[in-house]
């Protein structure tokens, strides 16, 4: 809560209130969806106060008023799952893999796995936490572990160091590859990603006619999946929390 009801920006009043990121904010704010003391808000950046009415497509949104903290968790992410706090089509969902008491919290996705990858996850209520996490100025290092059908030749492992123009046109900044020990013919790189182009293993592989059997997420900066298995989630621990605010220059 703003301290003294000091005004604060909509997008991170939005955030604060566990209703989208920053910048998912900004989206409802654009899309008309979002007014302030009855009024249609046209731009995020306008100041409001715990003493303004908000209200996101009709329903007035409030900050806690309980004064608790924010929770930031780790989830392994299974496949067939969705990024996402609902689903249309009424497939699982991150959160539905959350006690009722945390999923009562509102906490949101911190980026995405695409349906068919699984791994480390983050989810929480602290909207500048997210906003940074998901912001291109602060992108922080991922790596994936990905099984590959089959072997990579080299020219395909040195186009991906060096950095690739994908068969659409986007161009993609150099990664690091390592190749692991190939197991039952098949082959594991571990791949560590700096950007946040959607989808960005899949379509490098794609343009090579490479077969993914599986796409691991087992770090984003400072955090390590580890032994979590898969379904499961912890709470962030003071010390993690602390790295990961520091690597996004909030401590």
Known sequence: MPENN????????????GIASRRGADDLVFAGRVTVNGSVADSPGIKVTSSDKVA??????????????????????????????KDPQGRETVLDLLPAKIQKMRPFPVGRLDYFSEGL?????DGDLCYR?????????????????????????????N?????????????????????????????????????????????????????????QGPLALGNLKRGKWREL????????????KLA
Not at 121 to 125: A, F, N, V
Not at 134 to 158: F, N, Q
Not at 237 to 248: C, H, Q, R
Request: glycine fraction near 6%; hydrophobic fraction near 40%; include cysteine.
């Open 163 to 219: 950095g690739m123009t994908l068969s659409d046109g986007e161009k993609l900044a150099p990664i690091k590859v390592e190749r692991k020990k190939a197991i039952a013919g098949n082959q594991t790189l571990e791949l560590t990603l700096i950007q946040g182009i959607n989808r960005q293993i899949r379509r490098m592989c794609d343009d090579f006619g490479l077969t993914i059997l599986r796409l691991h997420r087992v770090k």
């Open 56 to 85: 996101v497509d009709g329903k007035t949104i409030r900050l806690d008023q309980s004064g608790g903290s924010d929770i930031t968790i780790m989830l392994h992410k299974p496949v067939e799952t969705v990024t996402t706090a």
């Open 121 to 125: 996850l983050l989810l929480t209520t």
């Open 237 to 248: 621990s003071d010390k993690e929390l602390s790295a990961l605010k520091k690597a996004v």
């Open 133 to 161: 996490l998901t912001h291109p100025k602060w992108h922080l290092p991922k790596v994936y572990e990905v099984t590959i059908r089959g072997t990579v030749s080299d020219h395909a492992l040195k186009t991906m160091r």
């Open 6 to 17: 000091s005004p604060i920006r909509l997008n991170k009043f939005i955030a604060q209130c």
